[in-house]
T-cell receptor, first 111, second 116 residues
Framework: GESVGLHLPTLSVQEGDNSIINCAYSNSASDYFIWYKQESGKGPQFIIDIRSNMDKRQGQRVTVLLNKTVKHLSLQIAATQPGDSAVYFCAENTGGFKTIFGAGTRLFVKA | DADVTQTPRNRITKTGKRIMLECSQT?????MYWYRQDPGLGLRLIYY???????NKGEISDGYSVSRQAQAKFSLSLESAIPNQTALYFC???????????????FGPGTRLTVL
């Protein structure tokens, strides 16, 4: 069945280091992928997205990489800051409204 | 996101009570959603609505009902609350982007519901 999973439920990084959060998806028909950030007490917030016709997309301090061959998605955060501490969700969209969310990875940033 | 608001933010109720959670949005989006979030399970879709006249069940609709009162308002009801409905509930909105599969969702701040 369809699923979006995460390799690591918790990630701890030193402030200033780069963070990499990984995600595996199972539906090869998925053609749109999104990363969300959820801070404590708040709803998920859109960070960056990527379509299946791309393998890399960059935003401000964030980069998403898509490897369709192995159905893997990653979020890279450059120069991680304390404000980056949150739960990060990957999500896949198989067309239209249906978005499947992963369970999330909690990122801790150590000062 | 201040464009999507939810009330109440926290609610404690007893088994068997009827509860309504409300969601309002000022983004002008046609699509609205209700999710529940449980630890380790991510977000699961309860109901979704593409416009005022279109309501659809999600993957876990049993025990819930919804009402789309207007484009900007989408409420979720628990007809007879039970303890395993204790969770964090999120409302979200979206508009279909250009092309297939570009449905970015914008979430409200959530409602923490506890059923005793």
């Amino acid at each position: 069945g369809e699923s979006v999973g995460l390799h690591l439920p918790t990630l701890s990084v030193q402030e200033g280091d780069n963070s990499i959060i990984n995600c595996a998806y199972s539906n090869s028909a998925s053609d749109y992928f999104i990363w969300y950030k959820q801070e404590s007490g708040k709803g998920p917030q859109f960070i960056i997205d990527i379509r299946s016709n791309m393998d890399k997309r960059q935003g401000q301090r964030v980069t998403v990489l898509l490897n369709k061959t192995v159905k893997h998605l990653s979020l890279q955060i450059a120069a991680t800051q304390p404000g980056d501490s949150a739960v990060y969700f990957c999500a896949e969209n198989t067309g239209g409204f249906k978005t499947i969310f992963g369970a999330g990875t909690r990122l801790f940033v150590k000062a | 996101d201040a464009d999507v608001t939810q009330t109440p933010r926290n609610r404690i109720t007893k088994t068997g009570k009827r509860i309504m959670l409300e969601c309002s949005q000022t983004k002008g989006h046609d699509r609205m959603y209700w999710y529940r979030q449980d630890p380790g399970l991510g977000l699961r879709l309860i109901y979704y609505s593409f416009d005022v006249k279109d309501i659809n069940k999600g993957e876990i609709s049993d025990g819930y009902s919804v009402s789309r009162q207007a484009q900007a308002k989408f409420s979720l009801s628990l007809e007879s609350a039970i303890p395993n409905q204790t969770a964090l509930y999120f409302c979200a909105t979206s508009e279909l982007g250009q092309g297939r599969g570009t449905d970015t969702q914008y979430f409200g701040p959530g409602t923490r519901l506890t059923v005793l």
